[in-house]
């Protein structure tokens, strides 16, 4: 029997027809808050390497928030302590409903080495209703991950059946480098997002290649710079405009063994100007 019995809203706005439909509204974006109930702080290490952008999990939607007002999920750690009984509570009430509650690692699922302990209660469930278990002392974060993943329906989303009856083996054809050297275009893109980030780099990148294309004779420094100039005077946005300019100096001059006095000066050409 759980030692705390969840008030009648509460558990009505909570039922499972509610989890559910909750379920399919968060499964793009979801806000997570983490409770520590008496952990030994392995599980929370290990959340908060998930949360790097080495495992990215931003990219399921997974988004830790400061505020169990602000959150969809309830990741709880570590067996429930005397100490953090009232605090957990507070937490789950204070969660919008309806709210998904995660026992995270052995000690959240069961109370783990310390289930009998004269301090603690148990697992979460012993206090809580759990609706998600991921196992582990501590789990890995990529098992933190799938386990939410699962949990959602993230992953079948994932893992959708795409056929290629019709699909051919040949590589798709590389459009010809406006320099001669594909080289060139492959560096410009590392460095566009090496400088505005994975999307913003794209985007960067594509207005760089389009103002190039407007000049006459690419590999002549003279008449690209000029242009680049002008592009660079038009861009509305400055960052763009700034990083226009670090490119042309850092990559154009580069292979197009231009000296010195083609590179772009930003601060006069770009924040001068504003």
């Not at 495992?55 to 969809?72: M, S």
């Not at 789990?139 to 959602?152: E, F, K, S």
């Not at 763009?240 to 006095?261: G, Q, T, W």
Request: overall charge negative; charged content about 25%.
């Amino acid at each position: 029997m759980s030692l705390y019995q969840v008030p009648e809203d509460i558990k009505n706005a909570n039922d499972l027809t509610a989890k559910l439909e909750h379920l399919k509204n968060i499964q793009r974006s979801f806000s997570v808050y983490r409770i520590d109930c008496g952990s030994c702080n392995g599980c929370e290490i290990e959340i908060f390497a998930a949360i790097t952008p080495m495992w990215d999990p931003e990219r399921f939607g997974f988004k830790l928030v400061a505020n169990p007002r602000h959150a969809d999920i309830l990741i709880c750690t570590g067996p429930v302590t005397r100490q953090m009984y009232y605090p957990l509570l507070r937490a789950y009430e204070a969660a919008p409903d309806p709210k998904i509650v995660v026992a995270l690692g052995a000690c959240g699922s069961s109370g783990g080495i310390f289930h009998d302990a004269y301090s603690v209660w148990g697992g979460i469930d012993k206090v809580l209703p759990v609706d998600v278990y991921i196992p582990g002392c501590p789990p890995h974060p990529a098992g933190v991950i799938y386990g939410l993943g699962m949990a959602l329906g993230i992953i079948d989303q994932k893992l959708q059946k795409k056929s290629y009856e019709n699909d051919t083996t040949k590589a798709p054809q590389v459009e010809k480098s406006i320099m001669g050297d594909i080289l060139f275009e492959r560096d410009l893109q590392a460095e566009a997002k090496r400088l505005m980030s994975y999307v913003f780099g794209r985007e960067l990148f594509a207005k760089y290649m389009q103002a190039i294309k407007g000049s006459s004779d690419v590999k002549n420094p003279d008449v690209t710079t000029k242009v680049m100039i002008e592009a660079i005077h038009r861009e509305e946005d400055p960052r763009y405009a700034e990083c226009m300019a670090r490119l042309h100096n850092s990559v154009y001059i580069k292979y197009a063994s231009a000296d010195p006095s083609h590179t772009i000066d930003f601060n006069k050409e770009v924040w001068d100007k504003r």
